[in-house]
């Protein structure tokens, strides 16, 4: 089998001038460079003139006055430029500066372990429904005290169901528990059974604020054993 033929290496593009680099950046100090130097030179010639240098060089016909301004004028462009160029640089060295910036952030991110954060087992957990027992039960009307015993009901009723407890409600579901995995089976059915009683008389039921409180009480066992407040 003949020898594959490796492709020849193409030769690199030769400079289309004598600034022309293959590093932007160094093209770039170039031409500053070379305009400070054209702009010297202007600089020096002008001065020059001014002391009658050229005619001692033997230009005495030509027009130096309108030769000066014309110099001024040329320099003036070139210092317009200069302060042109100054100020790209100085952008192309603040979005540098970003750029560098982003790609060590980054960088930290890719190469640096996630930090992990130790939960707090002393951290309060924040449950919404929890907080409109609360907020019932701290009222002075007594029908939100009752309804704070309500919600707390349906919070134990969510409790049970994701606990995967057989029964349509909350007495079928709660005679479904092992004692031995609910310590405080005791308080949920003492709460639930007043919650029944306030749901079968509704405003005649009668109960006052600390009462009420200690029903919630009740919820509050119950909630804090399976961490849910």
Known sequence: MADEKKPEAKPAPEPTSWL???DPFIELVWTLLAIFV????????????????????????????SLLATLKWI??????VSVLVSALLI?????????IS?????????????????PDENAELHNPQWDR???HIESQNEGDWRLAILEGDIMLETL???M????????DKLKAVEKSDFNTIDNAWEAHKIRNQIAHEGGTFVISQHEAKRVVSLYRSVFEEFKII
């Open 102 to 118: 982003e790609l060590r952030v980054e960088e930290a991110k890719k190469y640096s372990p996630p930090e992990v954060v130790s």
């Open 164 to 171: 995967g407890l057989p029964g349509e409600t909350v007495a």
């Open 75 to 80: 320099f003036t462009i070139f210092q317009i």
């Open 20 to 22: 022309a680099h293959e």
């Open 133 to 135: 027992v609360l907020n």
């Open 160 to 162: 049970l169901s994701n």
């Open 38 to 65: 054209i702009m010297y030179l202007l600089s020096w010639f002008t001065s020059a003139i001014r002391s009658g240098a050229p005619s001692i060089m033997g230009f005495n016909n030509i027009d130096y006055k």
């Open 91 to 99: 952008g192309w060295a603040v979005y540098l500066y970003r750029k």
